[in-house]
Nanobody, 116 residues
């Protein structure tokens, strides 16, 4: 069983930076995607960024490309989301996600609030 625990959320001013972490317990496959989604109040949960666990290929939503960076530490089983130049529109609950061929796991979420 895979468990995910997010941390690093909080309140940040527009233009500032924040780094989210997702600790992964349990074994995941080399071809799994590990990523971040976010959900703002009253809106659907949207894709933010993902990375392939072994190869490290990265994918980003157009709204965050150039501002956010996803990375992983395979030895520590941690995935990071470095958020730079944040905007009020980035305010949301951020969820860590692990997805394989037939399985998917979610963390409990961490709140990010960007003040203008």
């Amino acid at each position: 069983q895979v468990q995910l625990v997010e941390s690093g959320g909080g309140l940040v001013q527009a233009g500032g930076s924040l780094r989210l972490s997702c600790g992964i317990s349990g074994r995941i496959g080399d071809n799994y995607f590990v990523g971040w989604f976010r959900q703002a109040p009253g809106k659907e949960r949207d894709f933010v960024a993902s990375i392939t666990w072994s190869a490290g290929n990265t994918y980003y939503a157009s709204s965050v490309k150039g501002r956010f960076t996803i990375s992983r530490d395979n030895a520590k089983n941690i995935v990071y989301l470095q958020m730079n130049s944040v905007k009020p529109d980035d305010t949301a609950v951020y969820y860590c996600n692990v997805r394989g061929a037939a399985r998917e796991y979610w963390g409990q979420g961490t709140q990010v609030t960007v003040s203008s």
